[in-house]
């Protein structure tokens, strides 16, 4: 533990010691990753609570480490001594459960935000024997059964079973699946994207039966965006004519899939329909079968996301009973999904019924066992429920302290205690499987992640990663000071914020300011941690600050950490609140003897970007310049899911939807570079070209630069570069 002191107050003193001689950060450094932190990543903790496995850092071995010690144990896989198959290396990998089976991950390719298709390999551990789980082509989502003997997967939008104690053989569950008609088993566009998952069935108890989701996107409407050549890569297929991709997308106020449960009885092999009652439009964003094979756990939400219910299904009868109805204000969060854990006759599950994300324990009539924390705590991540001890364990933050986040743990009794110190900054932590210890990433905005072991009791076993040669190299750059303030808007809200000034400040003169934010539902950027920032560490923001700028960011109405009624403030008026905060910001910064009021920027990517162009068109000209990066910019145009989470649909709430960008393009103030990716899925390209063309009737001068073939997150090649060297460059000619 006092290792651990002094490597965190070394690693503060170097990375703040201000060195006015020292080396200059550079934008191809930033996006290249030369000061990326090391971060530990893949752990699986494994059966036996002692152990985890690992891929190496080349991505050639699978390899067992201690827990207690973090020593290697034993190499599980390496692809050098695989027989049959010859491997470059590992995509990922799933054990399954008895541990005596491995699928190995290959020629992964990437479909959306968390599908994709893949190769897999089944590694048979005991006798080093390496087959192909299939050879008709690529897989999606494979899950072993939970006695390991079964692996299921999809392709082609249909489910498959494949049986390991009969030489592998494959059969087809489903036939009716079709590419943007009927999908079975995973999620469609709109349910991975926003309720974060790409996989929709699952395994009973005994083994007997699977069950899953099926998605009829049959009457949702088509979008379709264009493909060019292109490179990095270079689509080959279209260096003559260009093609376009077409996919379901269902806009807000539009139709959804309909959505059904299904089970197969694998001896019978008879296919049976759940009696579930949903509402029309409503939601199914999570399946779990039970520890009782003949209960299956079904989640639902209505189209308003107000009302959650919990069914449980009868895979056989197809009988559902409600045993669970939790009604929130305004609108459930989609994190509750999250941390949903299974025990035996026990779940646990989020609510904030009581007006902060906290976790309850439930047996399978839906009746309360506990409720595991109280006050005014906001759980963020549920780890694990020790059902020999009765411990509960997870992260949190006080509203007070939004920015802190802990490691706690509560006990039986209903007794929590704090497990990560109590020094400034945020831990988040992998569990043993047992509960017996558990991995410590630490950070703080000063500090890059310090991961260390420990035991269920909070004490250090030993630091694995202290990203020392990270810390070297930060010692000899020219970095500004990082800070923490808050300040009272004029509505008398207070808001938290930090700030990153210039190496070489000077209180006497006045410095241009870069404000960042992104302000969407639920969100934060204001924390005290080393993610903090466009590129860890507050980087990029050095990057500006050694350009002569100071950075700032603030969390306000509508952000997470603080609360429900915090959080939901901005319902049914996305974009009003927030952009009022960003302009008090402003104001509020303008008043310092150390800033020019008159060059002041806002900038954001996504939410971040819509919130920029509705602050800089919010009424009060306080800025100078903006960029908005993949902003939408009339919610018209996004998803059912998300837009109707905050804002209800266009008909019921069209006053809501009539207040965005577009409708206050004459309103805009300052100079503004739009720039968006061509065949952004997510925040279409249709938002950028559309405000422009309310800009252009506005008669309002802006700069666009479209990346070609770039989604959402807009890399490739040298892209990220050329992205980040514009912004600043926009920033330097009209804040300079």
Same mark, same amino acid.
């Given at each position: 533990?006092?290792?651990?002191?002094?490597?965190?107050?070394?690693? #503060? *003193?170097?990375?703040?010691?201000?060195?006015? +001689?020292?080396?200059?950060?550079?934008?191809?450094?930033?996006?290249?990753?030369?000061?990326?932190?090391?971060?530990?990543?893949?752990?699986?903790?494994?059966?036996?609570?002692?152990?985890?496995?690992?891929?190496?850092?080349?991505? =050639?071995?699978?390899?067992?480490?201690?827990?207690?010690?973090?020593?290697? &144990?034993?190499?599980?896989? $390496?692809?050098?001594?695989?027989?049959?198959?010859?491997?470059?290396?590992?995509?990922? +990998?799933?054990?399954?459960?008895?541990? =005596?089976?491995?699928?190995?991950?290959?020629?992964?390719?990437?479909?959306?935000?968390?599908?994709?298709?893949?190769?897999? +390999?089944?590694?048979?551990?005991?006798?080093?024997?390496?087959?192909?789980?299939?050879?008709?082509?690529?897989?999606?989502?494979?899950?072993?059964?939970?006695?390991?003997?079964?692996?299921?997967?999809?392709?082609?939008?249909?489910?498959?079973?494949?049986?390991?104690?009969?030489?592998?053989?494959?059969?087809?569950?489903?036939?009716?699946?079709?590419?943007?008609?009927?999908?079975?088993?995973?999620?469609?566009?709109?349910?991975?994207?926003?309720?974060?998952?790409?996989?929709?069935?699952?395994?009973?108890?005994?083994?007997?039966?699977?069950?899953?989701?099926?998605?009829?996107?049959?009457?949702?409407?088509?979008?379709?965006? %264009?493909?060019?050549?292109?490179?990095?890569?270079?689509?080959?297929? !279209?260096?003559?004519? %260009?093609?376009?991709?077409?996919?379901?997308?269902?806009?807000?106020?539009?139709?959804?899939?309909?959505?059904?449960?299904?089970?197969?009885?694998?001896?019978?092999?008879?296919?049976?329909?759940?009696?579930?009652?949903?509402?029309?439009?409503?939601?199914?964003?999570?399946?779990?079968?039970?520890? $009782?094979?003949?209960? &299956?756990?079904?989640?639902?939400?209505?189209?308003?996301?107000?009302?959650?219910?919990? !069914?449980?299904?009868?895979?056989?009868?197809?009988?559902?009973?409600?045993?669970?109805?939790?009604?929130?204000?305004?609108?459930?969060?989609?994190?509750?999904?999250?941390?949903?854990?299974?025990?035996?006759?026990? *779940?646990?599950?989020?609510?904030?019924?009581?007006?902060?994300?906290?976790?309850?324990?439930?047996d399978f009539n839906g009746s309360v066992v506990k409720k595991?924390?109280?006050?005014?705590?906001?759980?963020?991540?549920? +780890?694990?429920?020790?059902? @020999?001890?009765?411990?509960?364990?997870?992260?949190?933050?006080?509203?007070?302290?939004?920015?802190?986040?802990?490691?706690?743990?509560?006990?039986?009794k209903g007794k929590t205690s704090v497990l990560s110190s109590?020094?400034?900054?945020?831990?988040?932590?992998?569990?043993?499987?047992?509960?017996?210890?558990?991995?410590?990433?630490?950070?703080?905005?000063?500090?890059?992640?310090?991961?260390?072991?420990?035991?269920?009791?909070?004490?250090? &076993?030993?630091?694995?990663?202290?990203?020392?040669?990270?810390?070297? =190299?930060?010692?000899?750059?020219?970095?500004?000071?990082?800070?923490?303030?808050?300040?009272?808007?004029?509505?008398?809200?207070?808001?938290?914020?930090?700030?990153?000034? %210039?190496?070489?400040?000077?209180?006497?003169?006045?410095?241009?300011?870069?404000?960042?934010?992104?302000?969407?539902?639920?969100?934060?950027?204001?924390?005290?941690?080393?993610?903090?920032? @466009?590129?860890?560490?507050?980087?990029?923001?050095?990057?500006?600050?050694?350009?002569?700028?100071?950075?700032?960011?603030?969390?306000?109405?509508?952000?997470?950490?603080?609360?429900?009624?915090?959080?939901?403030?901005?319902?049914?008026?996305?974009?009003?609140?927030?952009?009022?905060?960003?302009?008090?910001?402003?104001? !509020?910064?303008?008043?310092?003897?150390?800033? $020019?009021?008159?060059?002041?920027?806002?900038?954001?990517?996504?939410?971040?970007?819509?919130?920029?162009?509705?602050?800089?068109?919010?009424?009060?000209?306080?800025?100078?310049?903006?960029?908005?990066? #993949?902003?939408?910019?009339?919610?018209?145009?996004?998803?059912?899911?998300?837009?109707?989470r905050f804002m209800r649909t266009p008909k019921e709430n069209?006053?809501?939807?009539?207040?965005?960008?577009?409708?206050?393009?004459?309103?805009?103030?300052?100079?503004?570079?739009?720039?968006?990716?061509?065949?952004?899925?997510?925040?279409?390209?249709?938002?950028?070209?559309?405000?422009?063309?309310?800009?252009?009737?506005? @008669? =309002?001068?802006?700069?666009?630069?479209?990346?070609?073939?770039? @989604?959402?997150?807009?890399?490739?090649?040298?892209?990220?570069?050329?992205?980040?060297?514009?912004?600043?460059?926009?920033?330097?000619?009209?804040?300079?």
């Open positions: 533990m006092r290792k651990t002191s002094i490597i965190l107050l070394l690693c #503060a *003193f170097f990375i703040s010691l201000q060195n006015s +001689y020292g080396k200059e950060l550079t934008i191809a450094d930033l996006c290249k990753g030369t000061y990326s932190a090391k971060r530990i990543s893949g752990v699986n903790p494994l059966n036996d609570g002692e152990t985890y496995s690992q891929l190496s850092a080349d991505r =050639k071995q699978i390899v067992k480490y201690s827990f207690k010690n973090g020593k290697q &144990l034993e190499v599980i896989f $390496d692809v050098a001594t695989a027989r049959n198959v010859s491997l470059k290396g590992i995509d990922g +990998y799933i054990m399954s459960p008895d541990e =005596k089976n491995i699928l190995i991950q290959t020629e992964t390719k990437a479909i959306y935000r968390r599908s994709f298709t893949a190769v897999y +390999y089944l590694y048979n551990i005991a006798n080093r024997t390496l087959v192909p789980l299939s050879t008709n082509g690529a897989q999606q989502c494979p899950k072993f059964s939970p006695d390991g003997h079964l692996v299921a997967f999809v392709r082609d939008n249909n489910l498959f079973l494949v049986k390991l104690l009969f030489n592998n053989s494959e059969s087809q569950i489903t036939t009716d699946g079709k590419f943007n008609e009927v999908i079975n088993g995973i999620p469609d566009w709109v349910n991975e994207e926003e309720f974060s998952t790409n996989c929709s069935f699952d395994f009973n108890a005994d083994n007997t039966m699977i069950a899953w989701i099926r998605y009829d996107e049959s009457q949702v409407s088509t979008f379709s965006f %264009p493909w060019y050549k292109g490179s990095h890569p270079a689509k080959n297929q !279209y260096a003559e004519y %260009p093609g376009r991709y077409e996919y379901k997308y269902p806009m807000a106020g539009t139709t959804n899939s309909t959505v059904s449960v299904h089970t197969f009885d694998i001896k019978a092999r008879v296919t049976r329909t759940m009696k579930l009652p949903l509402e029309e439009d409503g939601y199914i964003p999570r399946i779990h079968f039970t520890s $009782d094979p003949q209960k &299956l756990a079904v989640f639902t939400l209505n189209k308003h996301q107000d009302c959650l219910e919990v !069914y449980m299904a009868n895979p056989r009868s197809t009988e559902c009973k409600k045993i669970l109805r939790d009604n929130v204000d305004k609108y459930i969060n989609e994190n509750v999904f999250h941390s949903l854990a299974f025990y035996p006759n026990r *779940f646990v599950l989020m609510s904030e019924r009581n007006g902060y994300n906290q976790l309850y324990l439930y595991v924390n109280s006050g005014t705590t906001v759980v963020k991540t549920f +780890y694990g429920y020790d059902t @020999n001890s009765g411990n509960f364990y997870y992260s949190a933050c006080e509203t007070d302290t939004p920015m802190q986040t802990h490691i706690y743990c509560t006990d039986s109590r020094q400034e900054g945020s831990h988040s932590a992998i569990f043993s499987k047992n509960m017996k210890y558990y991995m410590d990433v630490y950070s703080n905005i000063n500090t890059p992640y310090i991961t260390s072991l420990c035991d269920h009791n909070g004490k250090t &076993l030993k630091v694995m990663e202290d990203n020392g040669e990270l810390c070297d =190299k930060l010692k000899g750059l020219k970095l500004g000071q990082r800070e923490f303030f808050t300040f009272m808007t004029g509505e008398g809200i207070v808001l938290n914020g930090y700030m990153v000034k %210039p190496a070489d400040f000077d209180a006497t003169k006045k410095y241009p300011v870069i404000i960042f934010q992104y302000s969407g539902p639920g969100s934060q950027q204001v924390i005290d941690s080393w993610g903090a920032g @466009n590129m860890g560490g507050t980087l990029y923001e050095q990057y500006l600050a050694q350009e002569g700028f100071i950075s700032v960011c603030i969390d306000g109405r509508g952000t997470g950490g603080r609360g429900a009624e915090f959080e939901k403030c901005t319902y049914l008026r996305l974009g009003l609140l927030e952009a009022k905060d960003q302009v008090e910001l402003a104001l !509020y910064l303008g008043k310092q003897s150390y800033v $020019d009021a008159g060059r002041i920027g806002i900038w954001g990517w996504s939410y971040g970007g819509f919130c920029t162009l509705m602050s800089m068109s919010e009424g009060r000209p306080v800025f100078a310049a903006g960029v908005a990066v #993949a902003a939408p910019t009339n919610y018209r145009f996004y998803d059912t899911v998300y837009t109707e069209e006053d809501g939807y009539n207040d965005n960008p577009m409708t206050r393009a004459d309103k805009l103030h300052g100079k503004l570079l739009i720039c968006h990716g061509t065949a952004d899925d997510n925040v279409h390209f249709r938002n950028a070209m559309e405000y422009a063309e309310s800009l252009v009737q506005a @008669n =309002k001068p802006f700069m666009m630069l479209p990346y070609n073939n770039r @989604n959402h997150n807009i890399f490739g090649g040298n892209t990220r570069i050329h992205l980040f060297t514009s912004i600043t460059n926009f920033f330097k000619e009209s804040l300079k």
